[in-house]
């Protein structure tokens, strides 16, 4: 009995023994670790801080200096200048072709536009008491430019004297001929009516306005020049000089100048003090452009005394100016005056201006008015 006791007892200590080590075909797997905690550390006692009496002070903060901001520096204009206007210009349009636009002045043709933005302005008689204005524009950008007017033979002169690319809508018999005997560059709107001219709507609609209804703009000539394949660059000399500050004339002041086209029309020129250039009045009335709402100034007013005389035969009543030859003149600026001299030699040339001093005329940087009549001007 004993024996089978202990006989028992050693077959149950082999099966546990077979057991613990997984048997054959097991997969190994980790032995389990038995971990017995330990005490728990008893919490920390939180430290309490006992009020006191003492009076609380504020943190200070140091003063700050005072940051004076850096100023702001003013542009820098372009260091070339406009050879039109003495301006400062951008470099590449330093050679760019002007153009030469004819544009009405009647009374029913005002506003003009895009006129506040020329360089130069001649302006002389057509027929009756009207004149007409020939806008030279040098590194060109308005949008829109009128109302375009038919061409004189007289008119190409002034485009000749900057080598620049005559603009019209139409033209006399003699401008007819003169564009074509002496092979000008131009852009009629009697050609191009519809694509680099429009006509405004309203005085399209107008019959009084029909013929004062016809603008362009400055992408539109420099598009249609480039497809007639017309040169776009010049190396012409500018025919003024431009001093390098604003600067009085010897001879003495002149703030309002009245020229005398006929008895009828008689514009005026009256010198503003506070921008140095002289506002311009027609028609008992502010000159206004249409594009800026604004009256029109201008830094120099030269009046051109020329001869003139009607065309024999011409039922319209045209006229003829010898501009080839010479004759004398006024220059006012800056609310101050001289006596000029001008002379051309011939068709092909550049006038010539002359200051009292006899040397080569010298204005003040700005747009010029250039007044083109045969009767001297009033002025005080």
């Known amino acids: 009995m004993k024996n089978k006791f202990y006989l028992l007892l050693l077959i149950m200590l082999a099966v546990v023994m077979f057991a613990a080590c997984g048997g054959s075909g097991s997969s190994e797997t980790e032995p389990v670790v038995l971990v017995t905690p330990t005490d728990t550390p008893a919490p920390t006692a939180t430290q309490t801080i006992e009020p ?8 200070t903060q140091e003063p700050q200096p005072e940051l004076t901001p850096e100023p702001t520096p003013e542009p820098t204009p372009p260091p070339f200048r406009n050879p039109l206007t003495g301006l400062p210009m951008e470099e590449d349009a330093l050679q760019s072709r002007p153009f030469a636009v004819v544009m009405g002045n009647s009374q029913v043709a005002l506003p003009q536009s895009g006129l506040a933005q020329a360089n130069i302005i001649y302006e002389a008689l057509s027929e009756g008491s009207v004149t007409r204005i020939i806008a030279i524009y040098n590194d060109i950008s308005a949008a829109r430019i009128g109302s375009v007017r038919s061409a004189r033979d007289y008119f190409l002169h002034f485009a000749i004297d900057h080598d620049a690319i005559f603009v019209h809508h139409g033209q006399s018999p003699q ?11 131009n852009i009629n709107g009697m050609f191009f009516d519809g694509s680099t001219f429009w006509r405004d709507p309203v005085r399209w609609r107008t019959p009084t306005l029909r013929e004062h209804s016809s603008f362009t703009s400055a992408a539109n000539l420099i598009y249609r020049a480039n497809a007639l394949r017309y040169r776009t660059t010049t190396t012409a000399e500018p025919i003024f000089q431009f001093h390098e500050e604003i600067t009085e004339l010897a001879d003495g002041t002149a703030t309002r100048i009245t020229v005398p086209y006929t008895a009828n ?15 311009r009045y027609q028609f008992n009335t502010a000159h206004m452009d249409y594009t800026t709402g604004e009256q029109i100034h201008v830094t120099n007013v030269i009046v051109q005394i020329v001869n ?20 004398t003149g006024w220059l006012f600026t800056n609310g101050t005056y001289e006596a000029i001299t001008w002379s051309k030699a011939n068709r092909q040339s550049q006038t010539v201006w002359l200051g009292a001093d006899g040397q080569p005329l010298t204005l003040n940087p700005g747009t010029t008015w250039v007044n083109v009549l045969s009767t001297p001007p009033v002025f005080e």
């Not at 001929?177 to 000008?184: E, Y």
């Not at 029309?265 to 506002?279: D, I, K």
């Open 52 to 59: 006191t009496n003492e009076p609380m002070v504020e943190p």
């Open 175 to 185: 401008g007819a001929a003169a564009i074509r005997d002496w092979s000008i560059n």
């Open 265 to 279: 029309f008689r514009p005026m020129f009256v010198f503003n003090e506070e921008t140095q250039t002289y506002a």
């Open 308 to 327: 003139s005389r009607l065309i024999a035969g011409d039922h319209y009543g045209r006229r003829q100016f010898d501009l080839v030859g010479s004759g």
